[in-house]
């Protein structure tokens, strides 16, 4: 890139490995306070019946209101606090910050929806995982059946029958689960059934070109199927066109997430949908 240094100077300039890694060790260093500095937000993303067009719940998206960078997105900083264990403390607050915020709509009077909330692997593995959502529904009274937990494929490749006993306790405590960005993981299909799955959440990489592409048509249509006859809701993520929609709605797919509804918003608007909604 060339990289303009006022006047007519210019200076070819290759954004170095050590310049990338200070960028990371500053935002990393960042992150060590992000909660006492109140910099985090959750926005909610509608999750929307195909059929009905109603909400039938919210998945909560981190965001981080950096004071001089900005908005950073979660892809950039998930990763990055995965590689501490800040993604525990973060990862708290927001399932803490979800269910109260899920609570007090409750409470407000409207309908009662799911909220999801996406659990880090580091989480998912931390021995006091399972007690630590246990206590969270105690502290915000959140009812646990509108509480869902989203984790990925990576959850499948580490070890197993823990993954199994885990799950199995938080479908036993009437938590639902989702398995996100289906599809584009290493696990085995074989895994899918012996894990307690409520919901399959098929890569927005799948719907992107749903219309134009036959092979991603084909994916998608053949998850549906299957988390249909597994028993399992279907939702759809990344729909931002009418023809999308139609396309899933033909193939069965139970729900929906995208722009064409909605982005994620933050909780000021989303009760405003909450109003609107039924
Ligand atoms: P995800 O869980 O798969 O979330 C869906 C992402 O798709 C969100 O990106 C959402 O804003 C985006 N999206 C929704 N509808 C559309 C659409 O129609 N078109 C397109 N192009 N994108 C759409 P976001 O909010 O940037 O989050 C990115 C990822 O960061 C999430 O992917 C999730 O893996 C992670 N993440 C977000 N919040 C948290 C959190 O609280 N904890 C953890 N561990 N991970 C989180
Ligand atoms: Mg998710
Ligand atoms: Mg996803
Ligand atoms: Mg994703």
């Keep these: 890139r060339v990289k303009e240094k006022g006047g007519n100077n210019y200076q070819l300039y290759t954004p170095s490995m050590n310049e990338k890694l200070r960028e990371q060790l500053s935002l990393e260093k960042d ?3 992000v909660l006492e500095n109140q910099e985090l937000l959750v926005y909610y993303q509608p999750k929307v019946d195909i059929n009905t067009e109603n909400i039938m719940g919210m998945e909560a998206l981190l965001r981080w209101k950096h004071p001089q960078e900005g908005m950073i997105s979660p892809a950039i900083f998930i990763p990055l606090a995965e590689e501490n264990d800040c993604i525990l403390k973060i990862g708290e607050w927001v399932l803490r910050t979800a269910c109260h915020q899920n609570k007090q709509w409750q409470d407000a009077g409207y309908e009662p929806v799911c909220v999801a909330v996406n659990i880090s692997v580091r989480q998912f593995q931390q021995p006091n995982f399972v007690e630590l959502v246990a206590k969270v529904l105690e502290e915000t009274e959140l009812n646990p059946k509108y509480l869902e937990l989203e984790i990925t494929e990576s959850i499948a490749v580490e070890d197993i029958n823990y993954t199994i006993e885990v799950l199995n306790k938080l479908k036993d ?3 639902k689960i989702a398995m996100d960005d289906f ?4 696990s085995s299909l074989s895994y899918l059934k012996k894990f307690a799955i409520d919901n399959l959440k098929i890569d927005q990489s799948f719907v ?3 219309i134009s592409d036959q092979n991603d048509a084909a994916i998608a249509a053949t998850i549906i199927a299957m988390g249909n006859s597994l028993n399992m809701k279907v939702t759809a993520e990344g729909v931002e066109t009418k023809e999308q929609w139609d396309f899933l709605k033909d193939q069965k797919c139970d729900y929906v997430q995208g722009y064409l509804f909605s982005p994620p918003v933050p ?7 909450l ?4």
């Design 31 to 33: 992150l060590h306070n």
């Design 173 to 175: 405590m009437k938590i």
């Design 183 to 186: 599809g584009t993981g290493y």
């Design 208 to 210: 992107r070109d749903i």
């Design 267 to 273: 909780s000021m608007e989303f009760e405003k949908m």
């Design 275 to 278: 109003r609107k909604s039924r």
